[in-house]
């Protein structure tokens, strides 16, 4: 079994400061953890993935998340926020071999004052 | 070049009626889902077919019929449509394996009235 945890529902920054997304997580299996975007009426893009390689990950429009097992977290980053940076943020779970099926956090919306 | 399309990307129906979803992915995967976005955001998974073969089909009712002609394409058949069934639509397509993240397409959006 999976489950994905979204601490924050929405978060509100000023544009140029730091962004902060949490997203913990619990797997019966070594998981793989993904985060998307979804932009207003738009479909979902991935942001970036860890597969076991490394802890931390780079993803697009500067966007990391760092893996931390013993914690059970994959926190979302980013130095400065841009006001296209606003959308909702989707943390997402996926573990073992068999079924594939995404498990996905409830979201958070990020807002980008100016 | 679009790797994951879907049509249409509206679609306002009468309670009652049956209506299709369409979805071609273009990127060689071998695995296709659809999902379902309720008003609050959340995601759920419906079905999944790898290979043409269903994989996964969760708690859906029955009037929901997927159908995978070849491994590009994946299409949704709703039957007796109720409003409840009003909700954005997600087909998405990935290769079968841990750590390959989805390609989804543009959404659906089905309004019963």
């Known amino acids: 079994a999976q489950s994905v945890t979204q601490l924050d529902s929405h978060v509100s920054v000023s544009e140029g400061t730091p962004v902060l997304l949490r997203c913990n997580y619990s797997?019966?299996?070594?998981?793989?953890l993904f985060w998307y975007v979804q932009h207003p009426n738009k479909g979902l893009q991935l942001l970036l993935k860890y597969t076991s390689a490394a802890t931390l990950v780079k993803g697009i429009n500067g966007f990391e998340a760092e893996f931390k097992k013993s914690e059970t977290s994959f926190h979302l980053t980013k130095p400065s926020a841009h006001m296209s940076d606003a959308a909702e943020y989707f943390c997402?779970?996926?573990?073992?071999?068999?079924?594939?099926?995404?498990?996905f956090g409830s979201g958070t919306r990020l807002q980008v004052q100016p | 070049d679009t790797a994951v399309s879907q049509t249409p990307k509206y679609l306002v129906t009468q309670m009652g009626n049956d209506k299709s979803i369409k979805c071609e992915q273009n990127l060689g995967h071998d695995t296709m889902y659809w999902y379902k976005q309720d008003s609050k955001k959340f995601l759920k998974i419906m079905f999944s077919y790898n290979n043409k073969e269903l994989i996964i089909n969760e708690t859906v009712p029955n009037r929901f019929s997927p159908k995978s002609p070849d491994k590009a394409h994946l299409n949704l058949h709703i039957n007796s449509l109720e409003l409840g069934d009003s909700a954005v639509y997600f087909c998405a397509s990935s290769l079968m394996g841990p750590g390959y993240g989805y390609t989804f397409g543009s959404g659906t959006r089905l309004t019963v009235v």
């Open positions: 997402v779970v996926s573990g073992g071999t068999g079924r594939r099926a995404l498990t």
């Open positions: 797997s019966s299996y070594s998981p793989s």
